[in-house]
């Protein structure tokens, strides 16, 4: 109805306003103000808007959605509704009784502060598929679903049913049984919604909104998870909720690169809100803008470019910014359609590991729920945001890899594996199938020292192939120790130490000549005594087939997360190198520069620049970069800047001049 043969192509370009205080006559003239904007698709939610969240009723919102579907038609716009299904709304909040989750003591806890969460054993259900199918008369492309809530619910449902299942009341389970329940009530919700989807349309797609890094689940439940998402989206760019300056400026990249690891062949979106979180009505700078849209779109995904304020907001210079990116992407819509990563470095992200290993929470708004008190030295989201921020300051082209794309480890030379402490037999055969096929895995700490459900293994799950054993004992070093790798990297002091990180497993090593890397005897002070000369085993380096294991038993990447030490940036950077392709390197950058490469189906080569070089966020302008160097395989010949509209001049063979950088820089090779 109104607007057949609008196809959705893979890539998209989707427009979100995620309120409505308008008036009706202002409502129906979105679509051609989107359109106007430069965006291809609305994921829909101020037609039928229950204040911030959204729920469709027929007798409510029909007259006014059939009236905006033919603008949105005439628009050439497609349409994703939304759907909430994590809240209880103002206007369906008076069923809490009937709908709410309640706490342990009876009560209605409050999401945002303001409402109910809806209990997914209740007759909401009914309710909310029976708003699903009356939308079957639109021609739409399908649904976002926000949420479902991942919260134990005590209610009256719930108690029995948990009881039913367990064999116990509630009030006397286990915390592991509570979140079993839960998870296992929010993966039955979703898959009966697929269903239904499926079978009002068969052409519908719908997603929801996954939070990749919470950790709440291992890797075969994710798998399940992931089920019911045709596209997989994240909120890669909601930010900040924490201080500004606390905020990892690769989170929105990272987080489309994860998203195309668990994707397969689905496309992936982020989700971009354009405020700064959590002020709705105020917006990120225009530099912000910029370079958190150009991060999710030089890593594969679809941009949601959503706002919780009046549209009138993107009258200012942060709107114009957003148009221009929006405009831009339209303008090369084509190249986008359909590309591949060149990266020849991957992040292995464990599902597994963060599933049951102690970490850090993310922060959301919707899924910052991670994190717990597991008895673990280590923090699982830092020795991962380690990894990244690593790769990231070495202006490296990556991606992420994790156990539900084992299969694309042959594309990469080099696999960073952060404190990977759990890993199935499955895994590991894969990883050590990567080395002996000519790759290199390069892991720290923990490394294979549990299986996939967190039961320590008799010996670690690489030891053999890496020529090392863990003894069972960890040494603490404090924050006033130190190791070297000597003939290898050569710290500039007289001694060629480096510091140490605190935690590190203690390890015997069969050969000696697999030794690469020692520490110093632990001192008990600072300023104790002259530290003795590094003698203790801290790293090896190992042939496995035709490739190599380097493993340092320092938690060396959580380390550099919390002091970004340039020693230990120099040192991995050399050891990567030596095993990578290097045939994408950028020169005389700062740290702050990200690089990412991708080929696309258009038979030309995509270089994104996203310069987050500033001494305060958030970054109202990126200092101003000189005299870079792209360095790039020799059958290139012809460099030219989409973004600042320049043909960058060869200054030799494979080696083009990036004379200024400002935020961003979209280079195609040809």
């Known amino acids: 109805m109104y607007n057949k043969g609008i196809f959705m192509k893979k890539h998209l370009r989707i427009a979100a306003l995620q309120c409505n205080f308008q008036t009706p006559e202002q409502t129906l003239a979105m679509p051609e103000f989107w359109q106007d904007f430069g965006f291809n698709t ?170 990749l890094f919470v950790g709440r689940a291992d890797s075969r439940n994710f798998a399940r998870q992931l089920a019911s998402d045709d596209i997989v989206g ?106 591949r990563s060149l990266a020849d470095t991957a992040v292995f992200y464990s599902y597994d590991t963060a599933a049951n290993y102690h970490q850090s929470s993310e922060e959301s708004d919707l899924y910052g729920e991670g994190g717990d008190t597991r008895d673990f030295l280590g923090d699982y989201r830092m020795a991962v945001q380690g990894a990244f921020g690593l790769c990231n300051h070495l202006n490296m082209p990556y991606d992420a890899v994790c156990e539900l794309n084992l299969q694309d480890l042959k594309r990469y030379k080099v696999v960073l594996a952060p404190n990977l402490a759990m890993v199935s037999d499955k895994t590991a055969q894969a990883l050590l199938e990567f080395v002996a096929d000519g790759g290199t895995l390069i892991a720290d700490f923990e490394f294979g020292m549990f299986d996939e459900n967190g039961c320590k293994r008799e010996q670690g799950a690489f030891a053999a192939a890496a020529g090392f054993s863990f003894t069972g004992q960890y040494l603490d070093h404090s924050l006033f120790n130190y190791c070297a790798f000597p003939e290898f990297y050569d710290a500039d002091n007289t001694h060629k130490w480096i510091p140490a990180p605190r935690w590190s497993a203690g390890i015997s090593v069969k050969e000696a000549d697999d030794i690469f890397g020692l520490a110093n005897p632990p001192m008990r002070g600072c300023y104790e005594m002259k530290p003795q000369d590094p003698s203790v085993p801290y790293a090896v380096k190992k042939r496995y087939g035709q490739g190599t294991i380097c493993y340092i038993s320092g938690a060396a990447f959580e380390h550099y997360f919390d002091f970004t030490n340039v020693a ?63 360095e790039v395989p020799e059958k290139f010949t012809r460099a030219v800047d989409l973004w600042n509209g320049q043909e960058l001049e060869k200054i030799a063979t494979g080696k083009f001049a990036i004379k200024t950088l400002s935020e961003v820089s979209v280079i195609k090779l040809d």
């Not at 706002?307 to 942060?318: A, G, V, W």
Request: charged residues 20%.
């Open 42 to 211: 609305e994921q829909l939610l101020h037609t039928h808007a229950d204040m911030y969240s959204a729920v469709y009723e027929e007798n409510v919102h029909g007259k006014l959605l059939e009236e905006y579907m033919k603008n949105s038609a005439a628009a050439d716009m497609g349409t994703i509704v939304y759907m909430n299904c994590h809240i209880l709304g103002p206007s369906i909040a008076h069923h809490k009784e009937e709908w709410g989750v309640r706490d342990a003591d009876g009560n209605y806890p409050l999401s945002y502060g303001t409402y109910p969460a809806c209990c997914l054993n209740s007759s909401w259900v009914d309710y909310f598929f029976d708003c699903v199918e009356s939308l079957k008369k639109f021609d739409i492309y399908g649904f976002f679903f926000d949420g479902p809530p991942y919260h134990n619910c005590y209610c009256p449902r719930c108690q029995e049913k948990f009881e039913k299942l367990y064999g116990k009341k509630q009030s006397e389970a286990t915390p592991q049984e509570l979140d079993e329940f839960t998870y296992e009530t929010v993966l039955a919700f979703k898959d009966a919604l697929y269903k239904k989807v499926k079978s009002v349309n068969p052409e519908w797609l719908m997603y929801f909104n996954e939070g």
């Open 234 to 339: 994240t909120e890669g760019g909601f930010f900040y909720y924490i201080q500004p300056k606390k905020h990892d400026i690769w989170h929105c990249a990272s987080s489309a690169k994860l998203a195309e690891a668990v994707a397969g062949d689905k496309p992936t979106v982020i989700f971009f809100a354009g405020d700064h979180k959590s002020w709705g009505w105020f917006l990120h700078t225009p530099a912000e803008t910029a370079l958190c849209y150009m991060s999710a779109l030089g890593n594969g995904a679809s941009i949601w470019y959503g706002i919780h304020c009046n549209p009138d907001n993107l009258l200012s210079n942060t709107g114009a910014m957003a148009k221009r990116l929006v405009q831009f992407d339209k303008k090369y819509d084509e190249l986008y359609q359909n590309t």
């Open 568 to 630: 230990w940036r120099e040192f991995m950077g050399k050891l990567i190198r030596t095993y990578s392709g290097n045939d994408f390197v950028l020169h005389n950058a700062t740290t702050g520069v990200a690089m990412t490469v991708r080929e696309s189906a258009e038979k030309c080569v995509l270089v994104h620049l996203t310069n987050y070089t500033s001494a305060t966020r958030p970054i109202d302008r990126s200092a101003v970069l000189h005299d870079l160097v792209l």
